[in-house]
């Protein structure tokens, strides 16, 4: 643009921004301020002007008066295939808000069954009461057990009958206490005793099995 | 009688002896100084008024006039200060600032005063040359001319259509414009 004319100064960029009035209120002051003193610029401006306006006039006198074509689209037969895929064509909008509400529902199905499956006394309660009562901890009387003979033999398991678990359970912890056992006879073979076992909860059976191992290792130190 | 003067010859004989002689540089140069006027202030009212103002102001300081530039420059810069003072008047006046708002009056083309059949037979020559003068123009340079007066769109709109950088824009606009004042005046108006 500089290289056609000779006689522009430094504000000849800024003549067809001027022409066509896309400059900023301050820089179209100040290019007026500029043209008013410039004769280069302002025969330059006149120039561009006199090849603009016969466009102008042109524009104004035959294609404005022109109406606006109305577009008519021919009607086109709509395959059936088409029409499914119309049914089930949604917005993108539409699409996101049905997938977020879908991941909603999952999440909430699946924290759901999360938390069901967290509440264990739901589910015991539930067993149990389908199954049959809990035994409870209550004191119950239970006949005093027979003294138990040293046993000889290693194969003979000699059980020491312990008091019910719910007497434990209620009275005060006493130490263990060991009764006298008699000396074992050569003669004799200690007899079988039958092992009976107490009737105790679940939750007593390691318990309840250390001390027997410690009942039959005492056995057995007191027997060498 | 004075179409075969220049226009230095015209103003002279204008001062000296024939103020007639005038009229035929308002005949030469009413058109150009009417566009020139449009082109700052883009309005047609106010442009005919300010190229009315313009040979107002140059008939009565012909004695002023100094051969040292053209004729055409002179009244160039006339036709300037006629328009900057139109616009200075402008930003003083509310009720201009109430008609800029609503543009109603902005693109309203308004016929010649001097409106007659053989005018129109002559606009309708003209119109016929600039719809020539643009169709010779080449393709990319018509394009940028349509695309500025026909759809209105800014340099930049133009920019961002034909992904051009605003620079390649302007050139082409203003090379068009350049050409089409050469071809302008090289296609003669016949009027029958």
Same mark, same amino acid.
């Given at each position: 643009?500089? &290289?056609?004319?000779?006689?522009?100064?430094?504000?000849?960029?800024?003549?067809?921004?001027?022409?066509?009035?896309?400059?900023?209120?301050?820089?179209?002051?100040? %290019?007026?301020?500029?043209?008013?003193?410039?004769?280069?610029?302002?025969?330059?401006?006149?120039?561009?002007?006199?090849?603009?306006?016969?466009?102008?006039?042109?524009? /104004?006198?035959?294609?404005?008066?022109?109406?606006?074509?109305?577009?008519?689209?021919?009607?086109?037969?709509?395959?059936?295939?088409?029409?499914?895929?119309?049914?089930?064509? %949604?917005?993108?909008?539409?699409?996101?808000?049905?997938?977020?509400?879908?991941?909603?529902? %999952?999440?909430?199905?699946?924290?759901?069954?999360?938390?069901?499956?967290?509440?264990?006394?739901?589910?015991?309660?539930?067993?149990?009461?389908?199954?049959?009562?809990?035994?409870?901890?209550?004191?119950?009387?239970?006949?005093?057990?027979?003294?138990?003979?040293?046993?000889? &033999?290693?194969?003979?398991? !000699? !059980? &020491?009958?312990?008091?019910?678990?719910?007497?434990?359970?209620?009275?005060?912890?006493?130490?263990?206490?060991? &009764?006298?056992?008699?000396?074992?006879?050569?003669?004799? /073979?200690?007899?079988?005793?039958?092992?009976?076992?107490?009737?105790?909860?679940?939750?007593?059976?390691?318990?309840?099995?250390?001390?027997?191992?410690?009942?039959? %290792?005492?056995?057995?130190?007191?027997?060498? | 009688?004075?179409? #075969?003067?220049?226009?230095?010859?015209?103003?002279?004989?204008?001062?000296?002896?024939?103020?007639?002689?005038?009229?035929?540089?308002? @005949?030469?140069?009413?058109?150009?100084?009417?566009?020139?006027?449009?082109?700052?202030?883009?309005?047609?009212?106010?442009?005919?008024?300010?190229?009315?103002?313009?040979?107002?102001?140059?008939? @009565? #300081?012909?004695?002023?006039?100094?051969?040292?530039?053209?004729?055409?420059?002179?009244?160039?810069?006339?036709?300037?200060?006629?328009?900057?003072?139109?616009?200075?008047?402008?930003?003083?006046?509310?009720?201009?600032?109430?008609?800029?708002?609503?543009?109603?009056?902005? @693109?309203?083309?308004?016929?010649?005063?001097?409106?007659?059949?053989?005018?129109?037979?002559?606009?309708?020559?003209?119109? @016929?040359?600039?719809?020539?003068?643009?169709?010779?123009?080449?393709?990319?340079?018509?394009?940028?001319?349509?695309?500025?007066?026909?759809?209105?769109?800014?340099?930049?709109?133009?920019?961002?259509?034909?992904?051009?950088?605003?620079?390649?824009?302007?050139?082409?606009?203003?090379?068009?414009?350049?050409?089409?004042?050469?071809?302008?005046?090289?296609?003669?108006?016949?009027?029958?």
């Amino acid at each position: 643009m500089a &290289k056609e004319t000779n006689n522009l100064c430094a504000h000849g960029g800024d003549m067809l921004a001027y022409l066509y009035d896309e400059m900023a209120t301050a820089e179209r002051d100040g %290019f007026e301020l500029h043209l008013a003193d410039c004769a280069g610029c302002i025969d330059e401006f006149a120039e561009l002007s006199q090849s603009r306006y016969p466009v102008y006039e042109w524009k /104004q006198i035959e294609f404005e008066p022109l109406a606006t074509p109305t577009i008519v689209l021919p009607a086109a037969s709509v395959a059936l295939f088409d029409k499914v895929r119309a049914a089930f064509s %949604f917005s993108p909008g539409y699409s996101f808000a049905a997938a977020g509400f879908a991941a909603i529902l %999952f999440a909430v199905a699946v924290g759901y069954t999360v938390f069901l499956q967290e509440s264990p006394d739901r589910d015991s309660i539930a067993v149990v009461e389908n199954n049959g009562p809990v035994p409870q901890a209550t004191p119950q009387r239970i006949a005093a057990p027979e003294p138990v003979a040293a046993v000889n &033999k290693r194969d003979d398991i !000699v !059980v &020491k009958p312990k008091p019910a678990v719910a007497e434990r359970q209620i009275e005060p912890v006493k130490a263990f206490e060991r &009764k006298p056992k008699s000396a074992p006879s050569k003669e004799t /073979q200690p007899a079988k005793r039958d092992v009976s076992v107490p009737v105790m909860s679940r939750l007593d059976n390691e318990e309840d099995d250390s001390l027997r191992l410690a009942d039959m %290792f005492d056995d057995l130190d007191t027997s060498r | 009688m004075y179409k #075969n003067l220049a226009d230095e010859e015209l103003v002279e004989l204008a001062v000296r002896e024939d103020p007639d002689a005038f009229g035929e540089i308002v @005949r030469r140069w009413e058109r150009k100084i009417f566009a020139l006027c449009f082109g700052m202030l883009t309005r047609e009212d106010e442009a005919r008024d300010a190229t009315q103002e313009t040979f107002i102001a140059a008939y @009565r #300081n012909l004695g002023k006039f100094r051969g040292d530039a053209k004729v055409s420059s002179w009244l160039h810069r006339i036709a300037v200060n006629q328009c900057l003072t139109v616009k200075r008047r402008a930003k003083t006046r509310s009720e201009d600032f109430l008609d800029d708002e609503t543009g109603e009056t902005d @693109r309203v083309f308004v016929a010649p005063a001097n409106y007659s059949p053989g005018n129109e037979a002559e606009q309708t020559e003209r119109l @016929r040359v600039v719809r020539q003068a643009v169709g010779s123009l080449p393709v990319d340079l018509r394009q940028v001319i349509v695309m500025k007066e026909f759809e209105e769109m800014t340099f930049q709109e133009i920019s961002d259509t034909l992904e051009l950088p605003l620079s390649t824009v302007k050139s082409r606009v203003y090379t068009a414009l350049k050409q089409l004042r050469m071809k302008l005046e090289r296609l003669p108006v016949e009027v029958v």
